[in-house]
C-alpha cells in the first residue's frame, strides 16, 4: 500500500458516518457501551477503554487511533484510550499507512525492525498517540479499564481479563486476507471507514 493522495481526517471522519451505515444491532451494542462509559464517568476520575485483538497490528489499533479522536472531536474528558493484543507483533505498515492517507500523521519515537513506536498525531491534539504492539496489559495501559475486544480470537483467547471493569465484543473483518493483493488498499480503507464512522456513533451517544 503507498500514500498516494490524503483525505483531511476531520472529513473523512465526518463523512464515515455518512457513508457506512450502521446496522440496528450494532447501534444497541455500541449504545451499551455508551451508557456504560457515562455511568464510568459519573463514578470514576477517568474511563479507560482497551480495544483488544490478537497481535495488536490491525484493528485494535485502529480502534484507538479513531476512539482517541472523537474524544477530542466530541470535547469529552475523563476518557483515554489504549489498545493491546494477547501476543506482541508490530503495529501494521498497511495500518499505518491507512491512517496516513486519511490525514494522520506518524513520528517514529523508537526505531525497532520488529516493533517500532509511533508517535501519532493529527490537527489540534495536545499529546501525540503512542502507537505499538504490546499485551492488553502492557503498563502503559494500565488498570481498570473497559476490554473492547475486536476479534474473535483475542475474544476467545482471553477467557478472563481482571483488569477490566466491563467487557464488550466488537468484532471487525480482519483487513490482513487481502495483503499483497489489488484489493489491499480499498479493503484497509474499508475497515478504516467503518471504525471511523462506529466510534463517531460511540462517542456521540456519549456526549447525549
Not at 187 to 204: C, G, H, P, S, V
Request: aromatic share 12%; proline share 3%.
Amino acid at each position: 500500500m503507498k500514500v498516494t493522495s490524503t483525505i483531511k481526517t476531520k472529513k473523512f471522519f465526518k463523512e464515515s458516518i455518512k457513508e457506512f451505515k450502521i446496522i440496528d444491532d450494532r447501534k444497541i451494542l455500541l449504545d451499551s457501551i455508551a451508557q456504560f462509559i457515562k455511568s464510568e464517568r459519573k463514578e470514576s476520575h477517568k474511563v479507560r477503554l482497551n480495544f483488544i485483538c490478537t497481535h495488536n497490528s490491525r484493528r485494535s489499533q485502529l480502534a484507538q487511533v479513531w476512539a482517541h479522536y472523537a474524544i477530542s472531536y466530541y470535547k469529552l474528558k475523563k476518557i483515554r484510550s489504549c489498545s493491546g493484543g494477547t501476543e506482541v507483533t508490530a503495529f501494521h505498515k498497511n495500518t499505518v499507512q491507512t491512517l496516513q492517507y486519511v490525514g494522520f500523521d506518524f513520528t517514529l519515537q523508537e526505531f525497532s525492525h520488529e516493533n517500532p513506536v509511533y508517535g501519532i498525531s493529527y490537527k489540534g491534539v495536545k499529546k501525540p498517540i503512542v502507537g505499538f504492539s504490546k499485551l492488553y496489559n502492557h503498563k502503559i495501559n494500565k488498570t481498570h479499564f473497559i476490554a473492547i475486544t475486536t476479534c474473535s480470537s483475542a475474544d476467545e483467547n482471553c477467557p478472563f481479563i481482571p483488569e477490566a471493569l466491563q467487557r464488550f465484543h466488537v468484532p471487525y473483518v480482519d483487513p490482513k486476507s487481502s495483503d499483497n493483493t489489488e484489493l489491499m488498499s480499498e479493503k484497509y480503507l474499508d475497515t478504516n471507514r467503518q471504525i471511523a464512522a462506529e466510534m463517531n456513533y460511540l462517542f456521540q451517544q456519549v456526549q447525549k
